[in-house]
């Protein structure tokens, strides 16, 4: 039984590597799972580099004696939106805050545009940090500070541009995200989804290449959600923004991603792709969905059928 | 027979065991005191990276790193005149009036000027305000950067390529700096003056001046002030800044991170208040005032 597995699995890579490499793109990153779900072969190396704007390879991370993430590989593409699901404690926090630059992991590596995020000189990492726009799970605004410094202060404290040009900028995102009743407020003083709404525009004030985001409709209202992931996907469609972000497995707004994929017990599934368009046929088989995505409206593209699927060009882009 | 042995141990066991706390009591002084001294050097590298954090960060984020400054020097010197000048005023009551009650016993009226700006300036002064501030800003600074840790902000600022060091420690170290400086050159200005106004006001050392005190200052009592004021206002704000950006990440733990800060700030300002102390017996020699 295990060596069928292994044989098609053998078979997939192959038909993988025999396609172009915009094609390949389409079957992603594939080797996700060093567990029970790695069943496919990770592009060439030279490709990968062109496609991804972030690898995490082989990472583990230890949370005293508990393996809270194990051998987890995936690769976010350039213009992509991955969403990670998973159940509470299942490791998304911990993936995220690895993403992002915050925590380093136990063993394994990070690399943002083909450079290692966590073994760097230092100058180098602040760099990179700054192209990877952090919202975290609470959304954390710095407290003696108003709505409107809160968002200008990584502007202020890395660009050397004028005060005027941080005004127009700040202006900019806090019409977009609809915060202008609330630019000179204290963060004390602002519901909970003006300062979720203030993260995410802080997190874009750099105009980051990278979006890491964890748990970012938590404190949202639905309709809220959606005007946030609207937002989001426009600047994704213009400036081709790559988006990660992890969000509990029954959240309605997991389909608001390219790709998902599902942490269980620190193990990353393969993440597939999401059509949005199209309902999740009855029998369509999900191994890196989660049960409880049952209801949601998505159906995942597994590799067999994206060879089907090769001409489509833009989605094996992951732009939408 | 066995009542006597008992009787005859007894003293001896009752010794062994004296001696076993007293060594157990000596090896957890021994253990505190190491434990201190881990923290001391902790401390100085802290305030060592600190200082030198602007050479690697050059000029981002200056005019945000000096408006932390001015907000610093607002809220420990600016708002704290008030307090420092009152509690000037009846430290140097107290000594001006003391010393001259003394003083006119033994007619050594001509010790009394160096007397006082040796007990203000080198001694007193920094000490006091030292106090005051630890008590004052000190427990302010570790609670709003244990606050701030537990509220997740240091790891946005972090997520933000914003260096800690330099955005939250380096301008609370020169705010407190220069808030310490002007605090004790206050304090020591009003002790005086204001010492010799009570005195003169009681009716006591009627014959001098407060000038005669004024035109006696030397270099020397100007530069063991400042370097003991200045010393003090980076380990206050080093110590404080210690606790409060590792405090761990939960509210449980800011009040206890503050008790922990402002004793050891306590014990490290005491600490350098008598090296400087003893450095500048060294280097001045011991001051002939009678």
């Keep these: 039984m295990e060596t069928e597995k292994n044989q098609s699995g053998t078979e997939k890579a192959h038909g993988i590597e025999s396609r172009s490499p915009l094609a390949a793109n389409a079957a992603g990153p594939p080797q996700i799972d060093a567990g029970v779900m790695a069943d496919a072969v990770e592009p060439a190396k030279s490709d990968r580099r062109s496609i991804e704007i972030m690898r995490l390879e082989n990472i583990k991370l230890f949370r005293g004696d508990r393996l809270a993430l194990d051998d987890v590989s995936v690769g976010i593409r350039k213009g992509e939106i991955l969403a990670i699901t998973g159940e509470e404690r299942s490791g998304k926090s911990d993936f995220i805050n690895i993403a992002a630059g915050l925590l380093e992991p136990s063993s394994g590596t990070v690399t943002f545009e083909d450079r290692d995020l966590y073994n760097c000189p230092y100058s180098v990492g602040q760099s990179m940090r700054t192209q990877i726009g952090f919202v975290p799970q609470e959304p954390t605004l710095i407290t003696n500070q108003n709505i409107y410094m809160n968002i200008a202060l990584p502007l202020r404290y890395h660009s050397r541009e004028s005060e005027e040009h941080i005004d127009e900028k700040v202006m900019e995102l806090v019409c977009m995200f609809g915060l202008e009743n609330y630019l000179f407020s204290m963060p004390g003083e602002t519901p909970i989804d003006v300062r979720s709404k203030a993260c995410i525009a802080r997190a874009l004030s750099m105009d980051p290449a990278m979006l890491v985001i964890d748990e970012p409709f938590k404190s949202l209202s639905e309709n809220q959600v959606d005007f946030v992931c609207d937002v989001i996907r426009r600047l994704q469609e213009k400036t081709g923004l790559s988006v990660l972000y992890a969000a509990l497995s029954d959240r309605r707004h997991i389909n608001f991603a390219h790709r998902i994929g599902t942490l269980r017990y620190g193990r990353l599934g393969k993440p597939g792709h999401t059509n949005m368009s199209r309902a999740k046929p009855a029998g369509a088989e999900d191994a890196a969905i989660h049960p409880h995505h049952s209801g949601v409206k998505l159906k995942v593209i597994t590799s067999d059928e994206e060879e089907g699927e090769a001409g489509n060009e833009k989605k094996s882009e992951g732009v939408s | ?290």
Aim: net charge positive; hydrophobic share 55%; aromatic share 10%.
């Design chain 2, 1 to 290: 027979m066995a009542e006597a042995t008992t009787e005859t141990l007894k003293p001896g066991l009752s010794i062994f065991a004296q001696l076993a706390r007293f060594w157990g009591w000596v090896g957890g002084l021994g253990k505190k005191l190491i434990s201190f001294l881990m923290l001391t050097v902790r401390v100085m590298e802290f305030v060592y990276i600190s200082l030198r954090s602007p050479l690697s960060e050059r000029t981002k984020g200056k005019k945000l790193v000096l408006k932390i400054i001015q907000h610093q020097v607002l809220f420990t010197a600016v708002h704290a005149f008030s307090l420092i000048g009152i509690m000037g005023l009846m430290f140097g009551s107290i000594i001006v009036v003391g010393t001259l009650q003394v003083l006119e016993q033994y007619i050594a009226f001509d010790k009394l000027a160096t007397l006082i700006r040796y007990v203000t300036m080198r001694e007193l002064g920094p000490l006091v305000v030292s106090l005051i501030v630890v008590a004052r800003s000190g427990t302010a600074v570790v609670t709003e950067l244990g606050t701030m840790r537990a509220n997740r902000e240091t790891n946005v600022l972090e997520a933000m390529a914003i260096n800690l060091n330099y955005f939250v420690v380096f301008p609370r170290l020169i705010g407190m700096m220069i808030s310490m400086v002007c605090l004790v050159a206050y304090f020591e200005f009003i002790a005086m003056t204001g010492g010799f106004a009570i005195a003169k006001f009681i009716g006591v050392g009627e014959a001098f001046s407060v000038f005669d005190i004024i035109t006696s200052v030397s270099v020397a009592d100007i530069t063991v002030s400042f370097f003991k004021s200045a010393v003090a206002g980076v380990i206050i704000s080093g110590v404080c800044c210690y606790f409060g950006i590792n405090a761990p990440p939960d509210f449980r733990f800011v009040p206890i991170q503050a008790t922990i800060g402002v004793v050891n700030a306590l014990l490290l300002v005491v600490l350098a208040n008598l090296s400087i102390t003893g450095l500048q017996i060294l280097v001045f020699g011991i001051p002939k005032i009678i």
